[in-house]
């Protein structure tokens, strides 16, 4: 199988990257080209992929049974793809969307009849090769054709199936949630300095922090542990902890932290329609 990436940007770079760096498949199965060639040829030099002038090149080297990954701006999708469709329909390569807000029904809009396409959402993380990645194909892409797309983002984190209808609630706690905690451990540095820590040692021990307390989230839920049961264990009565935990509730954090999901939720929506 070969793999086709229009657009070498941050996120078509770091899949790239994970891709070669897993062993998942050869450089020489990844092809990769942009709008003005400087992005893709730099990518290409880094990892040794392939790299061609044209999305029409590109499409022809992926041929039938490969993946052509759009990896460009929402508002350049329809642009993209209109030159394509007769190449596509040719070749009857899988398509996979990272554009943000283009449904599975728009994209289907704008492929040939019958063309299986896979929407992909996948966050910022996937740069460090944390991500985490929501996937969902149309109706004419097969179960198979959705795993292996799964599979390729799960070379840089973690990827699930969802349905299409959850994901505006994903991106807002997916998507847009690593703002919310970048913003959290900038406040918990912030108070860290108050009490007299240098801002860069705060915010490496906030970060440590907040990482460490992730992963046991995810490792003791195999228990059946939630959260909520890891907070208890933390806390112990009329401790410090707990101080802050009331102090923090009373400030509004907790509803604050829903109304920003529902916010992003909402906009998410808006701007789908």
Same mark, same amino acid.
């Given at each position: %199988? ?29 092809? &990769? ?21 044209? #999305? ?19 508002? %350049? ?6 030159? *394509? ?10 398509? &996979? ?9 728009? *994209? ?14 996948? #966050?910022? #993380? ?5 991500? %985490? ?5 149309s109706a004419e892409a097969s179960e198979n054709q959705v795993d292996a797309v799964v599979g390729l983002?799960? #070379? &840089? ?14 991106? @807002? ?15 918990l540095a912030r108070g860290g300095v108050k009490n007299g820590l240098a801002k860069a040692q705060a ?6 922090? &907040?990482?460490?307390?992730?992963? %046991?989230v995810l490792e003791r839920a195999a228990d059946g542990a939630t959260p909520a049961d890891l907070v ?30 529902? @916010? ?10």
């Amino acid at each position: %199988m070969r793999v086709g990436f229009i657009g070498a940007g941050n996120m078509a770079g770091a899949i790239v990257r994970g891709i070669v760096a897993s062993g998942s498949l050869a450089p020489e199965d990844v092809v &990769v080209t942009s709008a003005h060639g400087h992005s893709a040829q730099a990518l290409a030099r880094e990892t040794g992929v392939d790299v061609v002038g044209t #999305n029409d090149e590109l499409v022809e080297q992926v041929g039938a049974g490969g993946v052509v990954v759009l990896a460009v701006k929402p508002h %350049m999708i329809a642009d993209v793809l209109a030159p *394509l469709r007769d190449l596509l329909a040719e070749h009857g390569s899988l398509v &996979v969307s990272l554009a943000a807000g283009t449904t599975l029904s728009r *994209l289907t809009e704008l492929l040939p009849e019958g063309q299986a396409v896979v929407r992909v959402m996948p #966050n910022v #993380n996937a740069q460090i090769g944390a991500g %985490m990645a929501a996937v969902c194909g149309s109706a004419e892409a097969s179960e198979n054709q959705v795993d292996a797309v799964v599979g390729l983002f799960e #070379n &840089v984190g973690r990827a699930i199936v969802l349905p299409e209808r959850d994901f505006s609630a994903y991106s @807002a706690i997916a998507g847009a949630s690593p703002a919310f905690v970048f913003t959290f451990i900038d406040a918990l540095a912030r108070g860290g300095v108050k009490n007299g820590l240098a801002k860069a040692q705060a915010v490496r021990i906030a970060a440590q922090a &907040v990482l460490g307390s992730a992963r %046991m989230v995810l490792e003791r839920a195999a228990d059946g542990a939630t959260p909520a049961d890891l907070v208890d264990t933390v806390t112990s009565p009329g401790g410090t902890t707990v101080a802050g935990l009331v102090a923090m509730e009373d400030a509004g954090f907790s509803p604050a932290v829903v109304r920003g999901v529902q @916010a992003t939720v909402d906009r998410d929506r808006e701007l789908g329609a």
